[in-house]
C-alpha cells in the first residue's frame, strides 16, 4: 500500500524559508523513478491547487506562476522522497500543504491526475 508522508511544515515570519520532505513508501525503486511527483497546496476557503511537480527522473521541474522563483521542488529516487524548499515566504503561502503522486499521464496541475495524497502539513507564514 502506497503512503506519502509529508513533514517540514510550520510558522514562519514573512521573509523566511521552509522546506518540506516527502517521503514514499509501498513503491520499489523501479515503480516510484516512473512516477510523476507534486505538491498542492489549500488555504481556508479556497480549492486545492497545484503549484510544482517534478518529472520521475528529476530532470525536468513545473511551477505555477504563484511561487516560481521562491520555491524549487525536488527528489531523489533511491531515497523515494521529494523535496519542496520554499524561500522568502510571504503571507499567502500560508496553507496545507500536500505531497502528491500522478497517475500515469496526468497533468501535473490537475488534482484528477493525482493517485496518492499526502496527509498534509501546515505551512503558517505571518507578516
Known amino acids: 500500500q502506497v503512503q506519502l508522508v509529508e513533514s517540514g511544515g510550520g510558522s514562519v515570519q514573512a521573509g523566511g524559508s521552509l522546506r518540506l520532505s516527502c517521503v514514499a513508501s509501498?513503491?520499489?525503486?523501479?515503480?516510484?523513478?516512473?512516477?510523476?511527483m507534486g505538491w498542492f497546496r489549500q488555504a481556508p476557503g479556497k480549492e486545492r491547487e497545484a503549484f510544482a511537480a517534478i518529472s520521475p527522473g528529476g530532470g525536468m521541474p513545473y511551477y505555477a506562476e504563484s511561487p516560481k522563483g521562491r520555491f524549487t521542488i525536488s527528489r531523489d529516487n533511491d531515497k523515494r522522497t521529494v523535496w519542496l524548499q520554499m524561500d522568502n515566504l510571504k503571507p499567502e503561502d500560508s496553507a496545507i500543504y500536500y505531497c502528491?503522486?500522478?497517475?500515469?499521464?496526468?497533468?501535473?496541475?490537475?488534482?484528477?491526475?493525482?493517485?496518492?495524497w499526502g496527509q498534509g502539513t501546515q505551512v503558517t507564514v505571518s507578516s
Open positions: 502528491a503522486a500522478f497517475k500515469s499521464g496526468g497533468s501535473w496541475y490537475d488534482s484528477m491526475s493525482v493517485n496518492y
Open positions: 509501498g513503491y520499489t525503486y523501479s515503480s516510484f523513478r516512473d512516477i510523476r
